[in-house]
């Protein structure tokens, strides 16, 4: 039960998570070594470039405890069709936001019932999985139950190979899955959460009620992010006034193609255009209040088309024109 990893976990003497855990080669001696992986990641959660970064990781642990080929986290759009929300495996099989034809299959039963469902052999038990139903992936083996989150909405957590299991499902393994399931509900509950901060947040800045410069520091200010973003936002803030910041320049200054890194933000559920926002307003409010650049100057730096755009998105992000910012900021 391995799962590749390049740097230890590092915690504070209260055992909580202080920087990204990242896995290694670690084995798990039994199901109390595994659960305390799971805490770290549920711990360490926000610390992570995304939740959905934190899921990916989550489901990898489970998938070493059952030395599974693919680890799903999905959710029902509708009564045939499933989204990947998170996903971990061993090829490039399945990414977030693909949805997968499930009806009749083993995660619509998995959906349906309280109890894990556990299929040892899906030919032993007569049970027909047709491959195009998991991307090609031919099932010989599964592991799902359903996750209620506390908003009420229903998703479905599984773990299958192309092999059979060769050993019972015992009493260490019904734990795993209870808390698997239990963590992922409570990073899922953060990612709502989340969101609605950040909807609340634009809500209030768009409609006045953010009033105070120190309000608007602190909504401008670079987000702390890990891996892939985190390097997007490095790349981005060091490009400020050196005008190109489209995601192709941003890309080979990454050494990564564009589809690439496309892709990988997407897998920790990232928009390029987002982050590249919160590093603009970021650096308009510093040029605003702090410099004497002139505002079409401000816009050119910030890579915008022109002066309509960047007033137009400011707009966006404050509920005010760049000169209306600065007259009402700059000699505070």
């Known amino acids: ?111 349906s019932q309280e109890e894990v469902r556990v299929i040892s052999n899906v030919r032993d038990e007569g049970l027909i999985v047709m491959p195009s139903a998991y991307a090609g992936v031919e099932v010989a083996s599964y592991i799902g139950k359903s996750v209620i989150t506390p908003d009420g909405s229903c998703h479905v957590l599984c773990f299958f190979s192309s092999r059979a299991l060769t050993r019972s499902f015992n009493e260490d393994d019904h734990m795993v899955v209870d808390d698997l399931v239990r963590g992922t509900s409570c990073l899922l509950d953060q990612q709502n959460s989340s969101s609605h901060r950040k909807q609340v947040d634009a809500t209030m800045m768009a409609s006045g009620f953010v009033q105070t410069l120190d309000d608007y520091i602190v909504q401008g200010q670079l987000p702390e992010l890990y891996g892939i973003p985190g390097r997007v936002v490095e790349v981005l803030d060091s490009r400020i006034g050196q005008t190109d910041l489209s995601i192709g320049r941003v890309s080979e200054s990454m050494k990564l193609s564009k589809r690439t890194l496309q892709r990988r933000l997407q897998q920790q559920n990232v928009n390029f255009a987002e982050l590249r926002d919160q590093v603009r307003f970021h650096h308009a409010i510093r040029m605003l209040v702090e410099g004497n650049v002139s505002i079409d100057s401000i816009s050119s730096a910030l890579d915008f088309s022109d002066r309509t755009s960047f007033t137009n998105a400011f707009k966006r992000w404050t509920g005010l024109s760049p000169s209306a910012f600065r007259r009402k900021f700059r000699d505070l």
């Open 1 to 111: 039960m391995t799962i590749a990893e390049s740097e230890p976990f590092n915690e504070s003497n209260d055992g909580v998570v202080t920087t990204v855990p990242i896995f290694n080669q670690m084995s798990f001696d039994g199901s109390e070594q595994c659960l305390r992986h799971l805490y770290r990641v549920v711990t360490g959660g926000h610390l992570m470039a995304s939740s959905g970064e934190a899921l990916g990781l989550l489901l990898e642990v489970g998938r070493a405890w059952f030395n599974a080929d693919f680890a799903l986290l999905t959710k029902p759009v509708s009564e045939t069709v499933f989204e990947v929300q998170a996903c971990a495996g061993r090829e490039d099989r399945f990414y977030i936001g693909q949805h997968l034809s499930t009806s009749k299959t083993l995660c619509y039963q998995a959906r």
